[in-house]
Structure formats: C-alpha cells, structure tokens
Nanobody
Framework: VQLQASGGGLVQAGDSLRLSCAAS????????TGWFRQVPGKEHEFVTG????????RYSDAVKGRFTISRDNAKNMVYLQMSSLKPEDTGLYYC??????????????????????WGQGTQVTVSS
C-alpha cells in the first residue's frame, strides 16, 4: 500500500487549505482512513478519521468545526479541508489507512497504533 499526501504549504492564520491523500495498492473502499499531525518533539496527534463506508467521522476537539474529512472511493482519495487555520495547526500532516472487514465499515480509527500504512507527510505552516 502506498499513500501520497499533498497540498501542504505556508498560509496565514484564518486561511484555508485542502490536503489530499492518494492511495494505491489496496481496495480503498475497504480501508478506514485518518489524518494525524506531528510537530517536532511531540507524538503524532490524531486530527480526524473516516470510516471505510464514509458515513462516520471523528474529529479532535482542536479541529472540530474547522476541519472536514471526506473521501472519494472511486478515485482512491481522502481529503482534509482545513478552514480558519491557526498557528497551532502547524505541523507535518500524515494520512494513514487500515483495512477493515465489511462488518466494521462504520468504524472510525482514532489511535495511531490502529493504522497499518502511512504516507510520507505534508507540511502545513500557519503564520500569525
């Protein structure tokens, strides 16, 4: 499985940005996906996740109401729309996936250890 994250950049506080993650090598409709972020010296922080069905999502309190995760199973893509960005949103953003059985198609994974494959990360820097 390969994941390619893109869309990061340098923006100002209050701006919007959309990250994309392209997946290959897996049946995308059968994977739960998520976004994590990391800043130097800290652990990966869960940002948001979406079930393989696309019907269920979870967000960290830090981004709830500002970020939106979505997926397009036909294109093997997952997106993270980020709005009202804050300097504390700065970090290296990773997408991650995990194959789940059909009976768990509504399950959202929120822990780093639950994910099996990770992308290389895309840097988001928000200036004040």
């Amino acid at each position: 499985v390969q994941l390619q994250a893109s869309g990061g950049g340098l923006v100002q506080a209050g701006d919007s940005l959309r990250l994309s993650c392209a997946a290959s090598g897996t049946t995308f409709s059968g994977v739960a996906t998520g976004w994590f972020r990391q800043v130097p010296g800290k652990e990966h922080e869960f940002v948001t996740g979406i079930s393989s069905s696309g019907d269920y999502t979870r967000y960290s309190d830090a981004v709830k109401g500002r970020f939106t995760i979505s997926r397009d199973n036909a294109k093997n893509m997952v997106y993270l729309q980020m709005s009202s960005l804050k300097p504390e949103d700065t970090g290296l953003y990773y997408c991650a996936v995990k194959s789940v059985p059909h009976r768990q198609s509504n399950r959202v994974l929120i822990y780093r250890a639950e994910y099996a494959w990770w992308g290389q990360g895309t840097q988001v820097t928000v200036s004040s």
